[in-house]
Every structure is written in C-alpha cells, then in structure tokens.
C-alpha cells in the first residue's frame, strides 16, 4: 500500500450541499455552497495539513501572506508529481463512453476519457476520498492567493457576462477578482482544477511529457498542480498594473517576483 492510498483509507470526504450543476440550482441555493465551503474551509485545511506532514511545512508556507509562495508551490508540484501516479483510479472504458471515442483512439482500458472522468466512478472506495484530498489543497491554494491579493475573494461567480458565455466558472464557488475598468472579471473554480490535476499527471505520464515545471516566460508557470495559479496570481496577474499599457501591451511583474 503506497503511502497516499494509506492516508485516502481513513480520509473522510465532504460534498456541497447543492453539487448538482450551477445553472440547475436557484441563486439561493449556490450562495448556501459558498456558505458551506465557508464554514468548513479552516477544519479542511487543517485535516489536509495534518494527513499530510510530509509537506504540511509547505502548506503552512501558503498560508502565510509574508512570506512569497513560490518555494512552496514547487514543492508541492513535486510532491504531486511523485505521488498522484501511486494511484491509478481510472476504469475502462465501456458502453455509452466508447461510442464517443474516435474508432481509431480506443484503447481496452486507462482511455483518455475514462480519465478525465475518473471522479464519476464512484464504485472506486478511493475516488471519494482523493476527490476530497484535492479540494481542500484547492482551498489552500486558495487562500494563499486571497491571503496575498485582496482584489481576490472566495464568492460564488454570478457575474451576468460570465453566465452569457457559459464559462465553467460562472454560478461555482470560485476565488475572484471583480471586473475593472478595463479588465474583466477573473475567477479561478479551484476545486475543479485541483481534480483535473489528476487527470492531467496521468495524462502526462501515458504520453510522455514532463513532470517538471516549465516557465513559460512573463512569471506564468505550468506544472502539474493547480498550485502554480496561486504564483501567477500573487506575482501581480489580472490587474490592471500588472498590464499599465492595456491589455495588448507589456507585462510588467506585480510586486512579488517569481523566478
């Protein structure tokens, strides 16, 4: 038994009160999810630091706003990268889900599709469990970005343009910014990047790619956590002194500096 299997055995799990999709629920019902992940989000740090103390001084490093995060995010990209291929959750695919393959991309089991919705197997004893894992370190992701950029704060996206573009985002709990005078609003739905990390680390491995962080220039990162948007973020991302000329014009960093 790996030693992130041990920790998912006896990690109890937590759902939204309304979990169904956004735009199926009334505005009262999403505003008692942000209300819900609200109430709990301080005990769900804290039973993620405490299963987790290989890494829980790193944790402690997000939650800290004097202190800058990058140092930390890397180490918890590290962390991930290492640990999140222990588990293989992902079924085979069968049925309704192999007639929306491409013939010619099928494979008998660990398809690409079978593991963009791993989360959706719940027959796994494990899917709940790492489900949950993933939501609360998307909770200390997010307090690391709403600790250090008070333009950002946990709410529930119900921006009216958002809704019209049917963004992923839109009518989730989210950590945003609001719109500016010349910039739109941005919002980060954590707790489904943070689960799409997943997905994303096996997806890496079956095709080969790197498991490092590439900097892709500007203090923009790319790993394999979600991690990573909390030091875009606090290196002055999405605002409007972050771009001085405009939109369409240089990049200049925001107080912290990553690199």
């Not at 079978?114 to 370190?137: E, F, N």
């Not at 945003?176 to 997943?198: G, I």
């Not at 991690?227 to 369409?248: C, K, L, S």
Request: hydrophobic letters at 40%; a neutral charge; one cysteine or more.
């Amino acid at each position: 038994m790996t030693r992130l299997q041990a920790v998912l055995e006896s990690y109890d799990t937590w759902t939204l009160p309304h979990p169904d999709n956004p735009t199926t629920l009334t505005k009262t019902q999403r505003a008692e999810n942000l209300d819900h992940v609200l109430a709990i989000k301080d005990a769900r740090i804290a039973r993620c630091r405490a299963a987790l103390p290989e890494i829980d001084e790193h944790l402690g490093i997000l939650l800290d706003p004097a202190v800058h995060p990058l140092a930390a995010v890397r180490a918890l990209d590290g962390w991930w990268a290492e640990t999140g291929l222990q588990l293989k959750l992902f079924p085979p695919v069968a049925g309704g889900l192999k007639s929306k393959l491409f013939r010619n991309r099928y494979h008998a089991k660990n398809t690409a599709l079978s593991l963009t919705h791993w989360y959706d197997w719940p027959d796994h004893p494990l899917v709940a469990p790492l489900d949950t894992l993933l939501r609360d370190l998307a909770l200390i992701v997010g307090d690391a970005i709403v600790l250090r950029r008070p333009d950002f704060a946990w709410t529930v996206n119900e921006d009216a343009k958002e809704k019209r573009a049917k963004t992923v985002e839109w009518g989730r709990v989210v950590v945003m910014r609001a719109a500016q005078v010349d910039f739109p609003p941005k919002a980060f739905d954590l707790f489904t990047l943070a689960r799409w990390s997943y997905s994303d680390l096996h997806n890496r491995k079956r095709h080969g790619l790197s498991m490092e962080a590439v900097d892709v220039g500007q203090g923009d990162w790319r790993g394999t956590f979600v991690g990573w948007t909390a030091a875009q973020v606090v290196n002055g991302a999405f605002t409007g002194d972050h771009y001085p000329q405009g939109r369409e014009g240089p990049v200049v960093p925001g107080r912290w500096i990553v690199g």
